[in-house]
């Protein structure tokens, strides 16, 4: 499917969460979550072409999303000008955090291309890069099992041109100041590897909320309820 039909059946997708946060829909995970927020609460940024948002189930401090404003299951997928703006988002909240909170940052997508099947991919079909402090950078690039990892020199930049990407499966990209930008198909993979490794590398108090689409347990809710404030307060705070 071209782009241009894309945009046409899937401009904004009916049953999509990200695209609920987009159309400022009511009832969304955020909303469940934290009681008495809006919708739009959750928005950290807008630019032309994407939207930065805080994650509902963090992993580390200062953990959002960077999403397109239209459906695309993949950063691979966006037109160029839609990547270049989050590239500049990206770019311009990874800097704030580094120097801010002086920590270093993770950058990772799990995508999903135009033929993958949804073991391939995420568990969520809108194209969105997570960003997070990681600690523990200095151990280097993670193993990840089944995972044929290929170096990016130019980062997103070079993403449509990763030799492991097909069309019949998804992808994994991750991105760090001190290990540079990487590519893998996700073949074999399982949904939100990669929330999943860096989670596992940092172990730190937020392990028990890795993901997003579990059922949140009333002694667990209190806890992630505070995580998602801190991390709007904080993410808000670099951008003043």
Not at 149 to 164: D, E, F, Y
Not at 176 to 189: M, T, V
């Amino acid at each position: 499917m071209n782009l241009a039909m894309n945009e046409l059946l899937h401009p904004h997708s009916r049953g999509c969460i990200l695209c609920d946060i987009i159309q400022n829909r009511e009832n969304t995970p955020f909303q469940e979550l934290m009681t008495g927020y809006r919708s739009n609460d959750q928005i950290i940024l807008r630019s032309e072409f994407s939207m930065l948002i805080v994650d509902v189930a963090p992993i580390a401090r200062a953990h959002c999303l960077i999403i397109p404003l239209k459906h695309r299951t993949s950063l691979a997928s966006l037109t160029d000008k839609e990547l270049q703006d989050v590239i500049a988002t990206k770019n311009k909240i990874v800097s704030l955090i580094t120097e801010n909170l002086r920590t270093s940052v993770v950058v990772f997508e799990h995508g999903e291309t135009e033929g993958c099947l949804a073991q391939h991919g995420c568990s969520i079909h809108h194209a969105h890069l997570h960003i997070a402090e990681w600690r523990t950078a200095y151990l280097g690039i993670p193993h990840i099992t089944k995972a044929n990892l290929i170096p990016l020199t130019n980062g997103l930049n070079s993403l449509t041109n990763c030799p492991t990407i097909s069309n019949s499966s998804g992808y994994i990209y991750f991105e760090a100041k001190e290990i540079g930008a990487w590519c893998s198909s996700a073949s074999g993979l399982a949904p939100q590897v990669l929330r999943r490794t860096f989670l596992d590398l940092e172990w730190t108090e937020y392990h028990e909320a890795w993901n997003w689409s579990d059922q949140i347990v009333m002694s667990e809710a209190f806890d992630t309820q505070r995580r998602v404030q801190d991390n709007l307060l904080i993410l808000k705070r670099l951008l003043i």
